[in-house]
């Protein structure tokens, strides 16, 4: 069964260091979304995109973060000085016209 | 903007009884779809029934069932013969318009235990 893959599954960064999050979503589909869950809260929506551009953005996604599909299979996100209050887990999914997969998460610690 | 509310935070039962986990939303849009999300402690995050906002019929699949009230704006999921491994937080959530190109608007959740 097809999923959705995202690397690392664990990520501990030095605050105002660059992080990258990758994923490899599902290979036909064409929805891209970020999420973020901080501990022991709901999972909430960054970014969306679609056909090489963001389709929304949520105001959690500042200037700090950006998204890009370099070589049509990847999706990473990349916060460019990670905040302590970055700290969380980060969600890939992917969809299509029916319903969205998601991968099992990059556990990002900030110190 | 829509939002999803969850009002039990914690939940158990016993192994094999029937368990109901609660979930409002509101929204004035009328063309919707509603999901429910399984966490394990393994944190990914597993669908686990959708329901498309323009049919009547309450969505199942095995053991899970919904209970679709779009008037009152409640979902419930229903989990029958629950089972250890159901031990999990259960989010409810909502998407708005044709599947595509909508975020996930996601409930506080509800952490359920099932108890052997």
């Known amino acids: 069964e097809p999923e959705v893959t995202q690397t690392p599954s664990h990520q501990v960064t030095q605050m105002g260091q660059e992080v990258i999050l990758r994923c490899v979503p599902i290979?036909?589909?064409?929805?891209f979304y970020w999420y973020r869950q901080i501990l022991g809260q709901k999972v909430e929506f960054l970014v969306s995109f679609y056909n090489n551009e963001i389709s929304e953005k949520s105001e959690i996604f500042d200037d700090q973060f950006s998204v890009e599909r370099p070589d049509g299979s990847n999706f990473t996100l990349k916060i460019r000085s990670t905040k302590l209050e970055d700290s969380a887990m980060y969600f890939c999914a992917s969809g299509d016209t029916t319903e969205a997969f998601f991968g099992q998460g990059t556990r990002l610690t900030v110190v | 903007a829509q939002t999803v509310t969850q009002s039990q935070p914690e939940m158990s039962v016993q192994e094999a009884e029937t368990v109901t986990l609660s979930c409002t939303y509101d929204t004035s849009e009328s063309n919707y779809y509603l999901f429910w999300y399984k966490q394990p402690p393994s944190r990914q995050m597993i669908l686990v029934i959708r329901q498309e906002a323009y049919k009547q019929q309450n969505a199942t699949e095995n053991r899970f069932s919904v209970n679709f009230q779009k008037a009152a704006k409640s979902f419930s999921l229903k989990i029958s013969d629950s089972q250890l491994g159901d031990t999990a937080m259960y989010f409810c959530?909502?998407?708005?318009?044709?599947?595509?190109?909508?975020?996930?608007?996601f409930g506080t959740g509800t952490r359920l235990t099932i108890i052997p």
């Open positions: 959530a909502f998407m708005m318009g044709n599947f595509g190109n909508e975020k996930l608007t």
């Open positions: 290979s036909n589909h064409l929805y």
